[in-house]
């Protein structure tokens, strides 16, 4: 419990403070009080100390220090002046079936009446609270069920009780099955017509209740009747039949539960890679163990070997071999040593290492992974929305039929008509129940969520896994991509008048205000010959295809042959050199010095070693694969040549990129787009499906559907297949539910009963209802087995 101290304000107000740490604010100048020496503070101090997922603010190092040894000390004197409870906030809670309904607090769906869960399930929570009230009303009347059905059904052959009698001893045992157990259900059948959004429980509590209503009307005025209702001695009651639909309903619900606890498992599995606690090194070079949340940017930390690391980063000092497989699904260690960047929850083996925090709370990449999971969970397919339209207006069909059902047998059935007309009824209401048509499709989307985020492949909604298998052209970057992304520096090449290093030294002096690749590879090899750099002024960026800015006095302009066009720089007295490094399959850049041409730059980066497989791979699967690059034309063939690509673009510019996208879906291509840069983020945002490379920028992540966290393309491969296996999966469950209802009504109705004398009891149609819906979430966690 956490507790706000010094004030009995009845206002609370919440926020976010490195993912799930809490400010409370407490009065109306946002002042709380020192937990230690009582002293107002303001929620911006400077000393504060996390305890139990709250933050606590402190008016001096020394107060922090004292609560930081026995926080539950000071929070028990505490206590004895602010009883106020402080929920834990933040915490948005949404439905299954419908994920644009949230709210801050827990309830039913306005639309279907389903439970509302967390958005984002935590490591440690309690048991679903209604999968707890729900196995509490089975299991208490499971035993009066089991008493009432068999008294119903063979009472009058024993002779137990007198006719009368024994009507209200099943009256009695019924009770509080229907009233107590099945209250749930009932008030969201009671919600559903409010809301006018029809669903499985109008149809549930119309059923139980008109069958307990008419047998409580016929128990406790059985005059009201005429002789026609009399069976067996007395006048037909259906106690047994709402009874047993109610635990059946139950029963249902709570393996329905449990199933869908299943589905959150990928989430839960991601939260438990972070560690919980970092060591930070102090200024005096001590180490200290902080809460991961207490973790700031700029902190140094130290990983020791066996350790995961606390947050993404940089190493300072150190050198190991990180296991990044939790996150990436890449097996082999990957090396890290000075400058390299490191990824929040990957494990340290071997080496020691010192790290600067760049990234912490809800900024590290395993925090976005799990938003990701989650907002794909949570968002409906195409095919949802479908099925939603068809279940509004198949339950007022339902109804119709039922009160059809019940009419036709009345009027025209045999003796007791109107007693086959009602059980018949609400045999089509329970039988009819569109739950399983409900989860067909969000239960198959939860899990290959799940399931893709275990493989490095990140699915940013439903219709992406939807949309991704229907895919029959690929646009690729090169940079990135199909290569490393690490580029090489190969040579300088200086025009007459200029030097080598003088070439190197303005264009790494340039680029240190370039985030691509091409430019850290310039600025590293300037630094390696130790050439002395100067910060760029009027720094400017052509994505893509170049970046300018004064150096020294002097404009300089560094990028491919497209930016020197449009400047009207000449490069024809270096084109022969630079066509040959291009033609090795090296980028090459032109440098220009006050409008004149004064050098070129070479650049290599080694294509993946998983790259060649992988586009192997999709052109068996039929895949037109395009490659689309702001390197020069020469260096994009030479590539493609060795990859097997005939189909190159070079020099392209983002609009280029983005105009391509258009061109081939407007010759009917459905087309994905997979890149890495800033550059690409417009033909991203504009394929059907987007997908970006996990090692790229957050830009590039952002505008895509899809993201591959370890940058392997055979990763789309692997996404194809599941989104395969999933809208195969989802048509499965459709396809049952849809049959099921197809078949089962027109039973219920008692269509059948001329040919055959068959009726279907309203206890069997329960049964059948709840292992419909077993039968779908059974068959969507058979994704979790799949490729």
């Not at 700031?296 to 690391?309: A, I, M």
């Not at 339950?395 to 059809?404: D, E, K, P, S």
């Not at 066509?579 to 730059?601: F, N, Q, T, Y």
């Not at 219920?748 to 055959?756: D, E, F, I, N």
Request: aromatic share 6%; net charge neutral.
């Amino acid at each position: 419990m956490s507790i706000q101290n010094g004030t009995h304000s009845h206002e609370h107000h919440h926020a976010h403070n490195h993912g799930d740490m809490h400010h409370m604010h407490t009065s109306a100048d946002d002042s709380i009080k020192d937990p230690v020496c009582g002293m107002a503070v303001k929620n911006q101090s400077n000393y504060s100390f996390s305890f139990k997922d709250v933050m606590y603010y402190f008016c001096s190092s020394g107060c922090k220090d004292k609560f930081s040894r026995s926080p539950e000390e000071y929070l028990a004197e505490s206590l004895k002046d602010s009883p106020v409870s402080v929920p834990k906030a933040g915490t948005i809670y949404t439905c299954p079936m419908h994920p644009q309904i949230r709210q801050d607090h827990p309830g039913n769906c306005p639309i279907c009446g389903m439970t509302l869960e967390p958005l984002l399930p935590e490591l440690e929570e309690e048991e679903n609270p209604e999968l707890v009230d729900f196995q509490r009303r089975f299991w208490w009347t499971l035993p009066l069920t089991i008493i009432v059905t068999p008294l119903a059904m063979f009472g009058h052959k024993l002779n137990l009780f007198e006719s009368h009698i024994q009507t209200w001893v099943e009256m009695v045992l019924s009770i509080p099955i229907v009233l107590w157990a099945g209250w749930p259900f009932f008030y969201r059948g009671w919600q559903s017509v409010v809301n006018r959004s029809p669903n499985m429980w109008t149809l549930i509590g119309l059923g139980t209740g008109a069958a307990f209503l008419y047998s409580v009307i016929a128990t406790v005025a059985p005059q009201l009747f005429p002789s026609s209702f009399m069976s067996m001695g007395r006048i037909g009651v259906y106690f047994e039949a709402a009874a047993v639909i109610i635990s059946l309903t139950l029963l249902g619900q709570v393996l329905e539960l449990k199933a869908r606890s299943q589905t959150s498992a990928a989430i839960k599995s991601l939260l438990g890679l972070a560690p919980k606690t970092a060591r930070r090194l102090k200024s005096d070079g001590t180490d200290e163990d902080i809460p991961l949340a207490n973790v700031h940017v700029g902190d140094l930390l130290r990983v020791r070997p066996g350790e995961k690391v606390p947050v993404d980063g940089i190493v300072t000092e150190g050198s190991s071999a990180l296991d990044e497989s939790m996150l990436t699904g890449e097996p082999l260690p990957v090396s890290k040593r000075t400058g390299d960047k490191v990824i929040g929850a990957t494990m340290n083996t071997n080496g020691a290492l010192v790290i600067k925090a760049e990234r912490v709370g809800s900024a590290t990449m395993l925090a976005q992974i799990v938003q990701m999971v989650a907002q794909a969970q949570r968002s409906r397919a195409p095919m949802q929305r479908m099925a939603d339209i068809v279940a509004g207006y198949f339950v007022v069909t339902v109804v119709a039929i039922a009160v059809l059902t019940f009419f036709i047998w009345g009027f025209f059935g045999p003796e007791p008509s109107w007693v086959f007309g009602l059980i018949n009824a609400v045999s089509v209401l329970i039988i009819a129940c569109p739950c399983a048509l409900g989860l067909a499709t969000p239960m198959s989307i939860m899990v290959a969520t799940g399931k893709g985020a275990t493989k490095g492949i990140l699915f940013r909604d439903a219709a992406a896994i939807e949309n991704l298998r229907k895919i029959n052209t690929l646009i690729i970057d090169k940079t990135g991509t199909l290569t490393e992304g690490k580029p090489i520096f190969d040579k300088v090449i200086a025009a007459p008048g200029f030097t080598d290093d003088e070439i190197l030294r303005l264009a790494a002096s340039l680029d240190q205000g370039s985030e691509h690749p091409l430019a850290n590879a310039i600025v590293r090899a300037a630094r390696d010959r130790n050439l002395s750099l100067v910060n760029p002024e009027n720094f400017e960026s052509s994505s893509g295809i170049g970046v300018q800015g004064s150096v020294d006095a002097r404009h300089l302009v560094l990028g491919n042959t497209a930016l020197m066009d449009k400047l009207g720089v000449s490069v024809d007295t270096l084109k022969s050199q630079a066509e040959e490094l291009r033609s090795e399959g090296a980028s090459v850049m032109h440098l220009a010095i006050d409008g004149k041409l004064a050098g070129l730059l070479a650049v290599s980066d080694p294509i993946k070693v998983t790259t060649a497989e992988a586009l192997q791979t999709l052109r068996n699967a039929g895949l037109r694969i395009v490659m689309a690059t702001g390197d020069g034309l020469t260096t994009a063939k030479s590539v493609g040549k060795r990859l097997g690509i005939d189909e190159v673009y070079g020099e392209v510019k983002p609009a280029d990129k983005l105009e391509l996208v258009s061109r081939l879906q407007n010759e009917g291509r459905i087309v994905a787009m997979a890149g890495d840069g800033i550059n690409d983020a417009p033909a991203l945002a504009k394929a059907n499906v987007g997908i970006a490379m996990g090692t790229g920028t957050d830009v590039a992540m952002n505008s895509a559907q899809v993201t591959l966290v370890k940058g392997d393309l055979r990763g789309i491969a692997i996404a194809r297949t599941l989104s395969d296996n999933t809208v195969g999966n989802m048509k499965q469950n459709l396809v049952f539910a849809f049959l099921y209802n197809a078949l089962g009504i027109p039973v219920a109705a008692g269509l059948l009963y001329p040919l055959t004398g068959w009726l279907l009891s309203p206890l069997i149609a329960a049964l059948a209802m709840s292992l419909s819906s077993a039968s779908v979430i059974t068959n969507a966690l058979r994704l979790r087995r799949g490729a």
